[in-house]
């Protein structure tokens, strides 16, 4: 006898996203690892990507717990996120770090923003997975320390700015196309969007970049 699923609360379907979205940044990070300049960089970026995977198994664990196959939970966001990571394929070394800075930051910013309107258990999780300091940090001065050059200032600039506005078109697709778009109203989707754009602007003041 087939098992009838059982309805996919919001807390969830978060944590689906969530789930699914730190899996493919282990992925991503562990495959451009191998681009590293220095083994120094490989090392560093290899270990931002076992963060990400420790990540991915906490939300899973959580999930696990609900009652829940992870499995099934990430595949509506499957589709979503894979075509974001393939509309921003990084060209280069530096254009990878920049991918991280930016989207890194911006998906966590997304997780707190829905995370705030769900139980505190959900607060907590998402609030593990958004312990960046470390990571920001190593980014933030491995991208300092080369982008002294005019011509690579200017083409990470634009990419930010790319991948930034990749970013927002994904999360409003997901607001629009899956049951996490009950958690905010039309005022507060443009509250949402506004504060990612200022939090965004201030990540780029800190590299010395235009958003």
């Not at 789930?19 to 120094?40: G, I, K, N, Q, V």
């Not at 078109?169 to 629009?176: I, N, Q, S």
Request: with cysteine; glycine share 6%; charged share 30%.
């Amino acid at each position: 006898m087939t098992r009838t699923p059982q309805p996919t609360t919001l807390e969830q379907s978060l944590y689906g996203l969530m789930a699914y979205r730190e899996l493919t940044t282990f992925e991503r990070l562990s495959s451009d690892a191998r681009f590293s300049p220095t083994l120094a960089d490989r090392a560093a970026l290899a270990q931002l990507a076992v963060t990400e995977f420790g990540h991915f198994e906490l939300v899973c664990e959580a999930l696990t717990a609900s009652g829940c196959n992870p499995e099934s939970v990430m595949e509506p966001f499957m589709e979503i996120i894979d075509e974001l990571h393939e509309r921003t394929r990084p060209g280069d070394w530096h254009e990878s770090l920049m991918k991280a800075y930016v989207l890194d930051a911006v998906s966590a910013d997304f997780y707190r923003a829905a995370a705030d309107r769900l139980s505190d258990q959900v607060r907590l999780l998402a609030g593990r997975i958004q312990e960046l300091d470390e990571q920001t940090a190593w980014l933030t001065g491995r991208l300092r320390a080369d982008i002294e050059d005019e011509r690579l200032r200017s083409r990470l600039a634009l990419w930010g700015r790319r991948l930034l506005g990749e970013a927002l078109t994904k999360a409003r697709f997901v607001l629009d196309t899956t049951d996490l778009g009950a958690l905010l109203g039309p005022d507060e989707r443009q509250e949402l969007f506004a504060d990612l754009i200022r939090r965004h602007s201030r990540r780029m003041s800190v590299l010395g970049l235009t958003a």
